[in-house]
């Protein structure tokens, strides 16, 4: 299933104009989607109540059985300090046997109860396994493409795809395990670069940066060219380490603020902030107007920065694919169950044919966008390169050929705010 594109064109046209989809003037898509928002978080509360509710039962069960254990515990001590000093003082030996008799009973109750409250417990767990199956569809099958994983080659892929997104994670040995039991083989070129990848994500967050830099120093030209300041923003997070060390590390500091030279031109204000820094090391940078230099979320920010352009420069996507068609896949799914009913009642089976196309958008969010498509608001036709997309001079965007139709003795007058100018002005755009 190739998902169909998420339309990028809010910036463009008015966002209540979506793109073609076969849903397009059937009524309330919108409210659709509203309502199985509201009907999913329905199905997850019911489900969280039933986990509450064993939660609750665990707690409850520790705290008494704690309490009862403690309460055994003190007596068989009691029992042992009096057998210890059974002849050294005068016990009656029918006393002793009796609280030892009462001691054993008092223990085989408590065991009995504890294993039949434990019970319970069990009888409220699987009460969460019954809603689960009570609230969540198990059936997927209705909008799921049989035939998606019948070929060995499509299976091959699949195994591929996590592999890779094991290799990513770092778990490298349950990658290997999985390489083993699929038969997948995996080139060690392909691996290689994950594997460099997590050993220097681990010693930043470690916040060791001298792995990161010696990468960033071997791969500077292709950083540059590729316009990133990973190399920069590096060595300054070193330098504000060795602020952070005080008035002790003034020299070396001095000496270190050379590596910024390369830099110079591109960055000369964060250059000057740092050597500004200096003048308070003495009296400690964090009294000083330059504390926020000691910001804590710069590691996290460096860790993001690094995937990102390492990713970049390696030719490798940021987030993983399997990742995100997993939550693409989670998004969709209810959606396309839901339209898949819709179709059924309505019984206009046929409108959507499973073969390579999503009939709904979905958005991850911004750094999830790929292949934007542009569709004309006028004509409600996708863009192609024999009609382009055109913008006006006011900013609105239309398709070429509705700029041609709109075309009057020369003039054009913007269908959305409605100025007037001239055709020959419109300029096409790029996605
Ligand atoms: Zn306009």
């Not at 299933?1 to 979506?18: G, N």
């Not at 039949?116 to 409220?124: E, F, M």
């Not at 460099?196 to 994500?201: P, Q, T």
């Not at 990468?215 to 602020?243: C, G, M, P």
């Amino acid at each position: 299933m190739i998902p169909y594109p998420v339309q990028d064109t809010s910036a463009v046209h008015p966002p209540t104009r979506k793109g073609p989809s076969c849903f397009q003037g059937t009524s309330g898509g919108g409210v659709l989607l509203l309502q199985q928002q509201v009907l999913a978080m329905e199905q997850c509360a019911c489900v969280e109540r039933e986990l509450e509710k064993v939660l609750h039962r665990f707690v409850t069960y520790g705290h008494q059985s704690e309490e009862r254990l403690d309460e055994l515990l003190r007596n068989v001590c009691e029992l042992r300090s009096q057998l210890v000093t059974f002849g050294v003082q005068d016990t009656d030996l029918s006393v002793l046997s009796q609280t030892m008799a009462q001691c054993c009973k008092e223990i085989k109750e408590t065991v009995q109860m504890l294993a039949s409250r434990h019970k319970d417990i069990h009888g409220s767990v699987s009460k969460v396994g019954k809603a689960i199956d009570r609230n969540f569809d198990a059936e997927v099958s209705a909008v799921v493409a049989e035939t998606v994983w019948d070929s060995s080659e499509k299976q091959r892929n699949l195994s591929e795809t996590i592999v890779e997104h094991l290799y990513r994670q770092g778990m490298l040995s349950v990658a290997e395990d999985l390489c083993q039991e699929s038969g997948v083989v995996i080139d060690m070129s392909m691996k290689q670069p994950f594997l460099e990848l997590n050993r220097i994500l681990e010693a930043l967050r470690m916040q060791d940066l001298r792995p990161a830099l010696e990468w960033a120093v071997t791969n500077r030209q292709r950083l540059l060219d590729l316009n990133s300041s990973l190399e920069f923003k590096l060595h300054r997070l070193y330098f504000i380490s060795l602020l952070n060390g005080g008035v002790e590390n003034q020299l070396e500091a001095l000496h270190y603020a050379r590596h910024f030279q390369p830099f110079a031109a591109q960055h000369q204000r964060d250059i000057q902030v740092l050597m500004g820094s200096l003048v308070y090391l003495r009296n400690g940078i964090e009294n000083s107007p330059y504390r926020s230099l000691l910001e804590t979320n710069q590691w996290a920010e460096i860790c993001n920065i690094f995937t990102r352009d390492a990713c970049a420069l390696l030719g490798l996507s940021v987030e993983s694919p399997l990742s995100v068609s997993f939550a693409s896949g989670c998004m969709a799914l209810p959606v396309l169950m839901n339209i898949k009913q819709v179709i059924e009642q309505r019984q206009c089976s046929g409108v959507w044919t499973h073969k390579d196309e999503l009939p709904i958008e979905i958005d991850l969010g911004k750094k999830c966008w790929y292949h934007s498509v542009f569709a004309c608001p006028i004509l409600r036709q996708q863009t192609s390169e024999s009609n382009p997309p055109m913008k006006l001079i006011c900013g609105h965007v239309i398709s070429r050929d509705a700029l041609n139709k709109l075309t009057n003795a020369g003039k054009l007058k913007c269908p959305y705010c409605p100025m007037e100018q001239n055709p020959s002005d419109a300029k096409q755009i790029y996605f």
